[in-house]
T-cell receptor, first 112, second 115 residues
Framework: ETGVTQTPRHLVMGMTNKKSLKCEQHLGHNAMYWYKQSAKKPLELMFVYSLEERVENNSVPSRFSPECPNSSHLFLHLHTLQPEDSALYLC???????????FGSGTRLTVV | KQEVTQIPAALSVPEGENLVLNCSFTDSAIYNLQWFRQDPGKGLTSLLLIQSSQREQTSGRLNASLDKSSGRSTLYIAASQPGDSATYLCAVRPDSGAGSYQLTFGKGTKLSVIP
């Protein structure tokens, strides 16, 4: 494990389901991120939380809803997703801008 | 808007060969640049982080260089091994302002090392 743990590793959900992705880090970092990785596209930033406050939201559809209850945990709540939302969802954390990112292993999401 | 390009998109080399992966970025106002490795279906593993004031970083058989003014970075892999087979991603972080937390990624170079 890299220090950033994501669960579940795989998720298959119907378009009417509600599910949540979880991310946890115990590295003492003060920023956490959700990225989406689709086939043949660069990683896309979805949400950034710094000190538990959301600082960026790159126009992500409202069917994705983030939650950051404390500096160690980050959730991505999913509802009424579309098949095109199928992708690898990656969580990452960092400590300030001077340091690099640490990524989790990702959740492979399939929407059917 | 920052854009990151990685060339080539795919590379196949025989085992033992030295190789270079290229990364270019359009906006030189970066804070740092990070190289990652991604195995199929897995998350990203950080390889090297270069601050904007640095010219290069080394870790084992890997050496990354940065020429900030020309918007280029290279990742040099010495004596390649089959275990090096993966997709290598380059990402840059802006040096200030809103979005300074955000990394901009390239699409990656898929490396295959043939035994």
């Amino acid at each position: 494990e890299t220090g950033v743990t994501q669960t579940p590793r795989h998720l298959v959900m119907g378009m009417t389901n509600k599910k949540s992705l979880k991310c946890e880090q115990h590295l003492g970092h003060n920023a956490m991120y959700w990225y989406k990785q689709s086939a043949k596209k660069p990683l896309e930033l979805m949400f950034v939380y710094s000190l538990e406050e959301r600082v960026e939201n790159n126009s992500v559809p409202s069917r994705f809803s983030p939650e950051c209850p404390n500096s160690s945990h980050l959730f991505l709540h999913l509802h009424t997703l579309q098949p095109e939302d199928s992708a690898l969802y990656l969580c990452a954390s960092s400590q300030d801008v001077s340091y690099g990112y640490t990524f989790g292993s990702g959740t492979r999401l399939t929407v059917v | 808007k920052q854009e990151v390009t990685q060339i080539p998109a795919a590379l196949s080399v025989p085992e033992g060969e030295n190789l270079v992966l290229n990364c270019s970025f359009t906006d030189s106002a970066i804070y740092n640049l990070q190289w990652f490795r991604q195995d199929p279906g897995k998350g990203l593993t950080s390889l090297l982080l270069i601050q904007s004031s640095q010219r290069e970083q080394t870790s084992g058989r890997l050496n990354a260089s940065l020429d900030k003014s020309s918007g280029r970075s290279t990742l040099y892999i010495a004596a390649s091994q089959p275990g090096d087979s993966a997709t290598y991603l380059c990402a840059v972080r802006p040096d200030s302002g809103a979005g300074s937390y955000q990394l901009t990624f390239g699409k990656g170079t898929k490396l295959s090392v043939i035994p």
